[in-house]
């Protein structure tokens, strides 16, 4: 979480939240999430995403739990897709787009 915090935070504190995720996670960082990719994983990332206190680490949370390719992740990018945050929303579409679509 640190580190994808730490390579986002200058978007999001710079208004540029909404189009964070065009810069990609560094290559340590996307194997690192790849690396905890588990359904474990995901419960703790939804208890970070549900308790977020600012948009950026919801934003990550949302963006390490996509490394799972799994229907509960889609479902949860469901959810945060009409988040009030029009940041937060295109972030969670943007991932959402990255998972099988739900059946």
Request: aromatic letters at 2%.
């Amino acid at each position: 979480m640190s580190g994808c915090i730490g390579h986002r935070n200058a978007d999001f504190v710079g208004g540029r939240g909404a189009t964070s995720l065009d810069r990609p996670l560094t290559e340590a960082l996307s194997t690192l999430a790849n690396s905890i990719a588990y359904i474990r994983s995901l419960r703790g990332l939804e208890s970070i995403a549900k308790a977020a206190p600012d948009q950026v680490t919801l934003v990550c949370a949302l963006e390490i739990a996509s490394h799972l390719d799994h229907p509960e992740v889609a479902q949860l990018l469901t959810q945060y897709s009409s988040h009030p945050d029009a940041a937060v929303a295109a972030s969670a579409k943007r991932l959402l787009s990255t998972q099988k679509p739900l059946r």
